[in-house]
């Protein structure tokens, strides 16, 4: 098997070093002058070795240090750090995590075979599929049918307010199916009448306002209607699953 705690010290050696510490050095250099990209990456190369080769604690494999190093720049290349958006983070977090892997996997004795054998375990596990199709059919299938069915009263809504933040609600009802489902997954069903409860007292003052009253209903409904559906499907998950429990 993988070492697990090697792989998670190498983790939490990537998160001091890709965003505490250079988050201090980002306000440091506000207060001097900047460095270069070829000094930052340089530096950086150096900091990441060190704590990568500190977290494996394996002396005999100094091979990680020119290997961190040359991942390193590769990805502050490919993968720029000033480029701010959730996109080009995440991008960027998940090269940091295929360099972890590979580390992980050449410090392992017939790591490659090993992984092998685990992604050919995961591929043919059916909890893992059962949860992964669960989630997408909340999120995305079941979030497009009630839109549908509550468009005509949208249309409503939207000649009394259009207030409010661009795509807040839709991920709104993606975050509650979801939770709902993991909670009915769990076992926790009380969860979901919290969930209920809390986006209910959220919206009591704009049922009680007549100009907001039809938007907050129209909210209502959706609300209803996401988590039925998402008690829907976390039920059926949960009973394949115990088919193969």
Known sequence: MLDLVVALRLIAAH????IVLNELARRQTQKARPRSFLSTVFLGGLLRSALFYSAAANWNAVWILPATFAGHAM????????????????LRQAA??????????????????????????AAHWPALWVVLVALLVVVWP?????GLFTEPWR???????QHGLDNAGLWIGRLERILAVISILVGHYELIGFLVAAKSILR???????????????ILVGTMLSFAFAIGVGIIAKALLARWA
């Open 75 to 90: 990805i502050e290349v490919l993968v720029p750090r000033n480029r701010k958006t959730l996109g080009w983070f995440a």
């Open 15 to 18: 998160v001091l070093s890709d």
């Open 204 to 218: 009591f003052a704009d049922i009680k306002a007549a100009e907001l009253r039809q938007e907050a209903e129209y």
């Open 155 to 161: 249309k409503q809504s939207n000649r009394v307010s």
């Open 96 to 121: 940091h995590l295929l360099l972890i892997a590979t580390i992980c996997v050449s410090l392992t004795e017939a790591g490659i075979s090993r992984l092998g054998t685990l992604l050919y375990l």
């Open 142 to 146: 079941v979030g497009q049918a009630i």
